[in-house]
């Protein structure tokens, strides 16, 4: 598959296939890019060559976070050098007539969040992309030089139409039906066995309030001040935080993060504690969940050089 | 061919297969089968799944919220202000667009189109307004963070309303009756309109607009019927609320379809910000959603901790927004109360069918800016049908009186 061939590694500024990854290089900055065709191939990503003509969007994510604040200009040249794979920025600075030869191009433009570009390719052929910009204070220009080849993939048609033929053929030879969806599947009988004979509870861990925890050096007393808790409503918890011996502790940074294990997102707020008094209370504010199911929150405690942690699991 | 005698033709059967056997018992499994999914699929709900019911029926919807930043939120004159103008094109550049434009009462306040068209063509769909007032933020990238700043936007965009605030604040200054409903609530107009007073006016204006728009609450459907039904404990009553094939698309909802991760409380939205790895629309690049959306808002004069905001101490959803990566391409959650509606779906209406979106979400593709949240739910066909058709049951008349639906005399 043409999205999946491993190319090679560009030592100045290229776009390679690592890991999953399609990684350019603009000097040191590294970025995750690739290109859609929305209208013919839908959610595909391709790294490298492109299959059809027609409308190309080229995303720039950035991995590296200053390029976020720098302008990035972007052109596509049609491949004039005939170097092909071979190309280099400098075999690029000694195209006489760069504009003559330019299909595409993006003045420098600040993209804080992420770079996204759109170009309706009209001819089939060798092209270059060349990504470039100057940073602001030092004047460096960095630069990435990648070509790649557009409309000399094999039509998606095809494609189809020989997995048809492949899966017929494998139907045909092993004289097999699709197996049925079973009637009584074992899972759910096993499902409804194990609900039957464990306990019900929805969760392991799952924490009442107010809670006490115990770290090494400390000891947190969590109250949410919304109970029960419930989704969708944005709260603060009162948290006390004390050592061991029952003495208040004064000018800790108390942090929070959470997410659902089952799936990959966290809070969808970002709380923060937003008072010291004197008596070892701190209060978490922000706190949000939006969803229901199980939560995993983390407190962490940094005080005098001393950084702990609790874990909590809630359900909702 | 001439045929055996009988004794001789059974015995010549017994090595063969027997057909209408065989077919009588496929036949039977297969009904079998289908009673069997029947009960299965109307089996009575768990603990759990009631408890989910009830928080999602309309009843467990409290009262509509006051907006703290705006101080005639709750104040019926307001209302009528605003209602008057919600529906007066004289509040645009060319003196023929108005709220109702985009958002026409008669179809749940949206337009029907992928992107609404104005003066000018909106990169957008016309969220629809019923409920916006339990809604902490608004616009599908959630850059206004109350419904009277939001109502200031389009009536400045090129692309909508494109008027500009001098040209609105000098309206009412000189239509006799909105100046007097203004000087009712806002105290007296400003006679010498420097920017400053022309900012406050305007804000004034948005905050009317306000007022009317929390009053947009949806009505019960036949979903929350079954619940409170199912509640009562009434069986006949639960099956005259929605049909077997409903039922079966709300177990789906429940389960397999993950649907309450996002769309979950009265409303059936969270009002949070998801990227569902949306493809984007023809001839644009992917919509960056919440991440500049945030930067708009936090940037925003006309925000909760701004000097128009009659409470800028309550502002904790805007002072701890979740920023970061998984904002990229995200945005906000609509309800599903509204949905024959709020055709086509999605922030720029890419997708036109229920059952395209049923599909997008079961296939839950790789997002191309940041990470799709979503993941491949692998329904079959036929589960896919039977939550469009509970999605169906969610539709029910908006609970608002005539006359604010109407344009007023």
């Avoid at chain 1, 998606?156 to 039906?177: D, E, F, H, K």
């Avoid at chain 2, 906000?332 to 109360?337: G, N």
């Amino acid at each position: 598959m043409l999205w999946a061939a491993p190319s090679l590694t560009w030592a100045h500024g290229g776009v390679s296939f690592e890991d999953d990854q399609c990684l350019i290089q603009v000097g040191f900055f590294r970025g995750h890019f690739t290109a859609f065709q929305p209208r013919s191939r839908g959610h595909t990503q391709f790294c490298e060559d492109l299959p059809e003509i027609g409308e190309t969007v080229f995303v720039l994510e950035y991995l590296h976070d200053g390029l976020a604040d720098l302008p990035l200009e972007f052109r596509i040249i049609r491949d004039v050098t005939g170097l092909g794979r071979f190309v280099r920025w400098d075999d690029v600075l000694a195209i006489e007539d760069l504009d003559a030869a330019t299909v595409f191009h993006q003045q420098p433009l600040l993209e804080p969040d992420a770079y996204a570009v759109i170009h309706t390719f009209k001819e089939a052929g060798d092209y270059v992309g060349i990504v470039t910009t100057r940073h602001p204070d030092t004047g460096i220009l960095y630069t990435a030089v990648f070509p790649f080849a557009v409309g000399e993939g094999v039509p998606i048609a095809w494609i189809v139409g020989a997995l048809v033929l492949l899966l017929l053929a494998g139907l045909v030879m092993t004289r097999r039906l699709l197996p049925a969806r079973p009637l009584v599947p074992v899972q759910m009988v096993l499902a409804g066995l194990a609900l039957w004979i464990l306990p019900t509870g929805e969760a392991r861990g799952q924490e009442t309030f107010p809670l006490v925890a115990t770290t090494d050096h400390f000891e947190l007393r969590i109250a949410p001040q919304l109970w029960p808790l419930r989704i969708n409503q944005i709260h603060a918890w009162d948290v006390y935080l004390l050592t061991r011996d029952g003495t208040p502790v004064q000018g800790a940074e108390i942090s929070l993060l959470g997410g659902m294990p089952a799936h990959d997102h966290g809070l969808p707020t970002s709380p923060l504690s937003t008072q010291r008094p004197a008596d070892g209370h701190y209060l978490l504010e922000g706190m949000k969940f939006h969803m229901n199911g199980s939560w995993e929150i983390t407190i962490t405690v940094r005080v005098d050089g001393v950084a702990e942690t609790v874990v909590l699991a809630l359900t909702l | 061919m001439k045929r055996r005698s009988g004794g001789n033709a059974r015995q010549s059967m017994q090595g063969a297969v027997s057909y209408p056997w065989v077919i009588f018992l496929l036949l039977l499994l297969v009904v079998v089968g289908f009673w069997w999914d029947r009960q299965y699929t109307l089996r009575p709900w768990s603990t759990a799944e009631r408890a989910l019911l009830e928080s999602m029926r309309l009843a467990a919807l409290p009262s509509s919220p006051l907006d703290p930043t705006n101080r005639v939120s709750g104040d019926l004159r307001a209302a009528e202000l605003g209602h008057r103008l919600f529906f007066d094109p004289r509040l645009s550049g060319n003196g023929q667009v108005s709220c109702a434009t985009c958002h026409q009462p008669q179809r749940g306040f949206t337009d029907g189109l992928p992107r609404s068209v104005a003066v000018g063509q909106s990169k957008r769909n016309a969220p629809s307004l019923i409920a916006v007032a339990y809604s902490p933020w608004l616009y599908w990238d959630g850059r206004k963070d109350s419904l009277w700043s939001q109502a200031l936007s389009p009536l400045e965009d090129p692309a909508e309303h494109a008027g500009n605030r001098v040209q609105y604040v000098d309206l009412i200054g000189a239509d006799l009756s909105y100046r007097k409903a203004y000087e009712e609530l806002f105290g007296p107009f400003p006679e010498l309109l420097q920017d400053a007073e022309v900012d406050k006016v305007f804000a004034n204006l948005g905050k009317a607009i306000g007022a009317y728009e929390r009053l947009l609450l949806p009505g019960p459907s036949r979903f929350d019927d079954y619940v409170d039904a199912l509640l009562a404990d009434d069986a006949e009553r639960q099956r005259r609320s929605l049909t077997p094939q409903e039922r079966k698309g709300l177990r789906v909802f429940l389960g397999k379809g993950n649907c309450t991760q996002c769309h979950n409380g009265p409303l059936l939205t969270n009002n949070a910000f998801h990227n569902t790895g949306v493809l984007s629309s023809p001839g644009v690049i992917p919509d960056k959603g919440r991440s500049p959306g945030l930067r708009q808002v936090r940037a925003d004069a006309f925000n909760c901790i701004g000097r128009f905001s009659d409470a800028q101490t309550e502002c904790a959803e805007l002072r701890f927004a979740k920023d970061g990566p998984e904002m990229l391409g995200a945005f906000r959650t609509p309800s599903l109360r509204n949905l024959q509606d709020t055709a086509p779906y999605m922030h720029a209406g890419q997708l036109e069918t229920l059952a395209d979106v049923i599909a997008h979400y079961d296939t839950a593709a790789d997002a191309m800016l940041g990470h799709n949240e979503a993941k491949p739910l692998n329904l079959w066909p036929w589960e896919r049908r039977r939550l469009e058709a509970f999605l169906h049951s969610l539709q029910a008349p908006p609970a608002i009186a005539d006359r604010w639906l109407q344009t007023p005399p």
